[in-house]
């Protein structure tokens, strides 16, 4: 899931004041905001009360249920039009992907209320890891299941480098080192150890992504 | 023909030490350093932004080091260039007539003055070193012949007393196949941990300079090991620099004990002075290398 973090509240405010908004309306999302905690109906109503207290008038509110999905969100915009009509801006409590849907079903400015900050592992309840940058060209197969592209802090694909330390990271020195754990667990399965990596492609995930699987369902290109 | 190569391939123990650019245009510190410690080094290795903080950069303090009659290990990091741009820093380093190239990782951004930098680490230390292999063998990392290739002498950075030590012998391992040719170690403190790393090395053909880090103060000691990434210095030696009377000719008797026991052992010894220059020649006479 995508892991969001509150925004600076001061900038949320800034970027209200800048466009002379007096009166907002807000959108949560129902899916990977809610469960971090950032976006759910929750932490909307907080966000509702808190620019009432800063002197905003809230017209209205919503949770979409996927607001990163465009169809829905334009559904949910509508359902909301006349609370909508009535704002002067939009703070949307969802990662950017469902701040700029939102920026395409309504008229007016439309401000984030979340940082978006990595696809995330849930370890357990309220508690986020990275473990995976979507970086198009996969090297698990190689380094035991364990991703050096993120979890190494300097993202090396052969490694430990020279600030190891005691199997430690020497970024993260709280951290075992990654390397230290993809080399143990391929000698733990009998897989020797780590071979070379050649460079990574940059070009399998040049921006901005894009795919569509109705293309190839018709046997065109991916 | 790299002075350096020339003495660790006729089995000479050699001696390199260190220095970093400035962080302006100004040259006069720099060169003063470089007159210092020059006439004692095979080759002086020159920075490449140290410890994640901006300096001049190591290709044009290099050939100032050239200029002023010393040899210079062009140092290289991975963290601030991507390949094209450490591809074309490389055909530079030659046409510069630098010879000498240590390839390294390079601390995080984090670590350093600029902490908002994104660091590049496009290629890691390894890879960089295959791709310096294939430019002294004609070509780019593309494989495209080049018009002019490189005859760079290559090495690579190793730090035997960190443990794990077996998966830091792999990685050396890999580092020799991608053809590396010397080590600079990091700080040794523990002769055994040298020891058992060139035991496994020499026989790969790769030459080991012992990295002795000249212990100026107590507080160099408490910043190397808070500060400085991957160099630990053992309690009785901190104690030892700690309790001296004159720390600084302390360090430089620790130093010269550990050049001597260092010379039984490595190919060679890398001097990191932390501004004690003078100290240098003191420290090789009395380790009874002239």
Redesign the interface.
């Known amino acids: 899931m995508i892991i969001t973090r509150p925004r600076d509240w001061a900038r949320i405010k800034q970027n209200l004041v800048d466009v002379d908004a007096k009166s907002v309306f807000i959108m949560g999302c129902g899916q990977c905001a809610t469960v971090a905690g950032t976006g759910g109906e929750k932490e909307v109503l907080q966000a509702k009360t808190k620019l009432e207290q800063d002197g905003f008038a809230v017209t209205g509110w919503a949770v979409g249920e996927v607001t990163c999905h465009s169809g829905g969100t334009s559904l949910e915009t509508r359902k909301h039009s006349g609370d909508l009509d009535a704002a002067d801006a939009v703070v949307v409590l969802s990662c950017g992907a469902g701040v700029q849907t939102v920026a395409d079903s309504v008229r007016q400015p439309v401000f984030p209320g979340l940082e978006s900050v990595f696809l995330g592992n849930v370890v357990r309840h309220g508690v986020f890891e990275e473990r995976c940058q979507m970086c198009g060209d996969c090297v698990l197969d190689k380094t035991a299941g364990i991703c050096p592209v993120t979890t190494c ?15 430690k990271c ?2 993260l020195r709280d951290r075992d080192c990654t ?2 754990r993809i ?2 667990r391929l000698i733990e399965q009998g897989r020797g ?2 071979k ?1 990596l ?3 492609d ?1 070009s399998k995930k040049l921006k901005p992504g894009s795919v569509n699987i109705r293309k190839s369902r018709k046997g065109g290109a991916e | 023909m790299s002075r350096l190569r020339d003495a660790l391939e006729r089995g000479e123990f050699v001696v390199t030490g260190e220095i970093a650019p400035p962080l302006g245009t100004d040259l006069s510190a720099m060169r003063r350093s470089i007159e210092t410690i020059g006439p004692y080094c095979h080759a002086i290795n020159i920075t490449d932004n140290q410890g994640a903080s901006l300096h001049l950069s190591s290709l044009a303090a290099s050939r100032v080091a050239l200029d002023m009659g010393f040899e210079p290990i062009f140092q290289q990091t991975c963290r601030d260039r991507n390949r094209l741009a450490l591809q074309s820093d490389l055909l530079a380093a030659w046409t510069l007539g630098l010879e000498n190239v240590l390839i390294v990782t390079g601390d995080d951004p984090r670590s350093g003055d600029h902490p908002e930098a994104k660091g590049v680490f496009d290629l890691d230390s390894t890879q960089l070193l295959e791709v310096a292999s294939a430019m002294n063998a004609g070509s780019d990392m593309i494989g495209r012949p080049l018009k002019g290739g490189t005859d760079f002498y290559l090495g690579a950075a190793m730090f035997p007393e960190a443990e794990p030590w077996d998966i830091q012998m792999i990685r050396a391992t890999r580092k020799v196949e991608a053809g590396a040719s010397f080590f600079q170690t990091q700080a040794i403190f523990d002769i055994t941990k040298l020891e058992r790393a060139v035991e496994v090395m020499r026989p790969l053909g790769v030459k080991v300079i012992a990295g002795v880090l000249v212990l100026r103060s107590g507080r160099a000691v408490d910043f190397i090991n808070e500060r400085l990434a991957g160099l630990m210095v053992p309690e009785e030696i901190g104690a030892r620099i700690k309790g001296a009377d004159n720390a600084a000719s302390e360090a430089v008797a620790l130093a010269t004990e550990q050049v001597r026991a260092a010379r039984e052992v490595a190919d060679g010894v890398h001097i990191m002075t932390l501004g004690l220059d003078d100290a240098v020649p003191e420290i090789l006479r009395g380790a009874g290398i002239s």
């Open positions: 802090p300097k993202g090396l694909l052969n490694g430990p480098c020279g600030g190891m330390w005691d199997g020497e970024v390397h230290v080399q143990r150890g780590a070379l050649p460079p990574k940059y």
